[in-house]
């Protein structure tokens, strides 16, 4: 499970319509010692010439493109060869739902492609940034996530109503890579009567939006995109906004949320880290810390915080995550009271809060 763990370069194909984006992106791939560009399409019949001559490792894919448009390409592609790919697109309000719909259709990560790259410092940034989520997308498990994607499909929920035992506590999630699915397969599972949650999840700006909405339609827990001074209460899930820390704050009687526009923690805006700690300072011993599937360290710190300060603290296990990177790590901090499959964690917190 990818190619840089046995020292081999990591294979890349780049797919991109515009020849100036296939430069920039191919560019960014040849001057990465640890990757090799196997090629650049224009298309996805082009692209799909380059993957029978040499399968890539990770594939760059743009939504818009002629003959046949990028998700249509992505639905066809995880059937036949489950590879990981990253959406690289020009993420405009008319397309967003398009670009998420993409996460449910088995791509790892999105990258909004920048309108301004004219100084060298942000190509170099871009080149950086771009490079760093292929190795951590050569890692993902895209097996997983296609058994994961099978499972939602067929999800029937049957919740009862159950007495809470507790009003005054919370839970606080974060997630990146592959944690769209896994977060959408823990709320699906929760009955309506849970503590307050609070959700950090790795997304681009607009996204988070239309993730809570489409969580609210399938979930009993009422799903919101935070926004400044929401409660948090019982029955209710408020998810970080796209480039927003979310910080809680007030008390264990009234608990509220903020969002910040502080500096990225971890390389992230929104960062799991900066809510941790929220959590671990108000919260303490009434708070559960989950951490899953994602690149990375974020969160690793911050669940370690919360141990510390009383909270009973969550990692997913690596046969169940799409990419094993943050639970790794705070795995290795001993951040985590218990490491459960996600099948595991619904299962859990249901017998956790309620008698």
């Not at 515009?18 to 960014?28: G, K, N, Q």
């Not at 020009?90 to 990258?111: F, M, P, R, V, W």
């Not at 080149?127 to 994607?149: H, T, W």
């Not at 769209?180 to 309506?192: C, G, N």
Request: hydrophobic share 45%; with cysteine; aromatic share 6%.
């Amino acid at each position: 499970m990818g190619a840089e763990a046995d020292g081999k370069k990591i294979k890349v194909l780049v797919i991109d319509d515009s020849i100036i984006f296939r430069r920039v992106l191919a560019t960014a791939v040849e001057g990465d010692s640890r990757l090799e560009l196997i090629g650049t399409a224009a298309d996805a019949f082009k692209a799909v010439e380059v993957i029978e001559k040499i399968v890539p490792d990770v594939i760059t894919l743009d939504i818009e493109m002629p003959m046949m448009d990028g998700l249509t390409f992505l639905q066809k592609l995880m059937r036949q060869h489950p590879i990981p790919v990253i959406i690289v697109s020009s993420i405009t309000q008319g397309n967003k739902e398009i670009c998420l719909d993409a996460y449910h259709k088995g791509a790892i990560d999105i990258i909004n492609k920048p309108t301004n790259l004219k100084s060298n410092t942000n190509l170099y940034d871009f080149y950086s940034f771009v490079c760093e989520k292929i190795v951590g997308a050569s890692q993902a498990n895209v097996r997983q996530k296609q058994k994961l994607l099978f499972d939602l499909e067929n999800m029937h929920s049957d919740h009862q109503t159950q007495v809470i035992s507790t009003f005054d506590e919370i839970i606080a999630i974060g997630a990146s890579a592959g944690g769209t699915t896994a977060i959408e397969y823990i709320l699906r599972r929760l009955p309506k009567d849970m503590p307050g949650i609070v959700i950090t999840q790795h997304m681009p700006q607009g996204f988070t939006k239309l993730f809570a909405n489409r969580l609210n339609d399938l979930c009993d827990l009422e799903v919101l995109e935070a926004k400044d001074n929401d409660m948090i209460i019982p029955g209710r899930v408020l998810i970080a906004p796209g480039n927003k820390h979310l910080v809680i704050s007030g008390n264990m009687r009234v608990l509220k949320v903020n969002t910040v526009d502080s500096e990225p923690v971890n390389r992230h805006r929104p960062s799991v880290d900066v809510m941790f700690d929220s959590v671990a300072a108000i919260a303490k011993n009434k708070a559960t810390g989950v951490l899953l599937t994602g690149m990375g360290a974020d969160g690793a710190k911050g669940l370690l915080n919360m141990k510390n300060a009383g909270a009973h603290t969550l990692v997913q296990d690596k046969a169940s995550c799409v990419v094993y990177g943050m639970p790794y790590q705070a795995f290795l901090l001993n951040a985590h009271e218990k490491e459960l499959g996600l099948n595991q964690i619904p299962d859990y917190l249901i017998s956790r809060y309620h008698k």
